[in-house]
């Protein structure tokens, strides 16, 4: 008797407190806060005084609700489920009074008004649910009621004093990102809620919107399936509507198929992934991926993506025997450097990690995969024309040069490529920033005019630290110089060579038929034998094609 009194005063001198405030718009939102049959108590915000008014949707009872405990139940449970279990609302939904309460050592399970609830041995928040009784509410929640009806409006927390539920968008975290769901049978159903739950709670703690970050979700069980891309939904609200509506695939934790997935097809500017934007993939991983996640990763790792995992309830130790790869968290993120990576115990106490993975997502500075060997160089050549080449030969040294640049994204903000040509004499042949697109770079490159001369690498080198490597004309990127000669140079090529590198240039060279391995070594960077080529034949340049392009990535990914 007096619980209900007290809750009919409370809820009197909260209307009255509204209505102190705002006189005039007197707006249903104020009163009672409608939630989704699923809203647990613990999604409930915090208030001084442990309450809360929600109102319940019709029809709840048709869901699969999780409720813990009888009478008193754990805070884990859905509000709703809890109210219908204690006949406080029926099919038609309605409003609920929520009283936190302190956590229990066990919470019993039983049948009532059609619903089953489980038992739980103990849990660290509990709550009851009573009959809201207020008039002016009851009037206010039908009315609610009837415009929301089953699948109702998004989740909002309570909150007292009321504010007008707006979201703003977080235009500091311009992201894009692909959120990889577990949707196992390891995982099973109704964790699988819990997972798109989470997911909800971070788009709107993130704050996505327009000009902020963006999220996309790739379903990983036997087969990835893209659920919806980045440019789909671009408010919380939406992309919590989009995420109620993605079944529980079942199958196997195919995460290192879906990440690969995800690389080759989810990030692509049709589908509103948005240039220079980083980009990011969260896969959250249930216990351990069934495949392995090496290839994946290192795929997402070389095209500029920042591939964090979120592994929850990791394997105990007699797992460890079914788990195919028992590093799979080290080797998978961006980096094994403890950023990259997060640990949640289960799917039934992640709210604490809510904030801590938002900042991470948002800490663009950290997002140290963002920028690759192809999207960050400035690869400088210089290019031997002297007579003894010939012009046969002189066009497949240009194919080796065009089919190493092709692997580049060379782009205004990506990589960028710039030619000398050399005799005795030099000729700048185009600059850095002559040409930022990349059919144009390859076409200016493949068609350089045949000089004929003599050979003076020495001064080449010289010449094209003075007037290719210009700190105006260069990207941000690592800056690397490839020298191809078929001969012996006429003037010391040590001296420059080393001017060069003490300028952070890496040098690579490349020598053909007469060219001495003594002067190839001593233009190289340290160490020499990887930076050093040689082929008696023209025809054998374009094997060097892939061995310079991953020793570029290799000295990049070290210097960085
Ligand atoms: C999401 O975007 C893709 C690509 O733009 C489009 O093909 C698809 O129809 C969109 N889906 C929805 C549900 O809007």
């Not at 949707?57 to 219908?84: E, M, Q, T």
């Not at 977080?170 to 949707?183: E, G, H, Q």
């Not at 995460?255 to 097809?265: C, D, M, S, Y």
Request: proline fraction near 5%; charge should be neutral.
């Amino acid at each position: 008797m007096s619980s209900v009194t007290m809750s009919f005063r409370f809820a009197f001198l909260h209307v009255l407190g509204i209505l102190s405030m705002t006189p005039i718009s007197f707006g249903a939102d104020l009163v009672a806060v409608p939630i989704e049959c699923g809203t647990r108590a613990a999604d409930l915000e915090d208030s001084p005084d442990s309450r809360a008014m929600v109102l319940c949707p019709a029809n709840c009872a048709l869901w699969k609700l999780s409720v813990f405990g009888s009478g008193i139940y754990a805070s884990i449970s859905s509000v709703c489920g809890a109210a219908l279990h204690s006949g406080i609302i029926g099919v038609s939904g309605g409003a609920v009074e929520v009283q936190k309460l302190a956590g229990r050592s066990h919470y019993h399970s039983s049948y009532a008004h059609g619903i089953q609830t489980q038992s739980l041995s103990s849990w660290s928040a509990s709550f009851t649910v009573t009959r809201s009784i207020s008039l002016p509410m009851e009037v206010s929640s039908l009315t609610i009621t009837a415009e929301n009806p089953v699948s109702g409006p998004a989740k909002k927390a309570v909150k007292k004093p009321p504010k007008k539920p707006q979201v703003v968008e977080n235009r500091d975290c311009l992201v894009d990102i692909a959120l990889i769901i577990d949707s196992s049978y390891h995982i099973g159903q109704r964790r699988f809620n819990l997972q798109k739950n989470f997911i909800g709670r971070l788009a709107a703690m993130m704050k996505v919107g327009p000009d902020g970050p963006h999220v996309g979700v790739v379903q990983a069980s036997e087969t990835p399936q893209v659920e919806f891309y980045l440019g789909n939904y671009s408010m919380p609200k939406d992309v919590i509507f989009a995420l109620k509506e993605v079944a529980f695939g079942g199958g196997n934790t195919n995460t290192g198929k879906a990440i690969l997935h995800t690389v080759r097809h989810f990030f692509n500017p049709d589908f509103g992934m948005r240039r220079g934007v980083p980009r990011i993939i969260v896969a959250f991983v249930d216990g351990w991926p069934s495949d392995n996640l090496e290839d994946a990763s290192v795929m997402a790792r070389e095209s500029g993506i920042n591939l964090f995992l979120v592994n929850v309830a990791k394997p105990i130790p007699e797992e460890m025997g079914l788990v195919r790869d028992q590093d799979f968290m080290k080797k998978a993120g961006c980096k094994d450097n403890g950023f990259f990576t997060l640990t949640m115990p289960s799917w039934f106490s992640t709210s604490k990690f809510l904030k801590p993975l938002a900042q991470k997502l948002c800490s663009v500075d950290q997002l140290l995969c963002s920028k690759t060997c192809y999207n960050s160089v400035n690869l400088g050549f210089l290019i031997d024309g002297s007579s003894s080449v010939g012009d046969v030969n002189f066009k497949l040294v240009l194919s080796l040069l065009s089919s190493i640049s092709r692997n580049f994204d060379i782009s205004e903000s990506g990589s960028r490529i710039g030619a000398v040509q050399f005799t005795y004499d030099q000729r700048l042949e185009f600059g850095f920033s002559d040409f930022t697109k990349k059919d144009e770079a390859l076409k200016a490159l493949q068609s350089i005019p045949y000089l004929s001369g003599g050979t003076a690498t020495g001064d080449a080198i010289t010449f094209a630290m003075e007037n290719l490597f210009q700190p105006r004309s260069m990207g941000t990127g690592k800056k690397f110089l490839i020298i191809v000669t078929d001969g012996q140079s006429y003037d010391d090529v040590r001296g420059p060579a080393i001017a060069a590198q003490r300028q952070g240039i890496t040098v690579f060279t490349v020598g053909v038929a007469w060219a001495p391995m003594e002067d190839l070594r001593a233009m190289a960077s340290e160490p020499k034998d990887t930076h050093t080529f040689f082929t008696r034949e023209f025809s054998g340049l374009e094997q060097f094609e892939q061995p310079i392009v991953r020793a570029i990535c290799r000295d990049f990914t070290e210097f960085n």
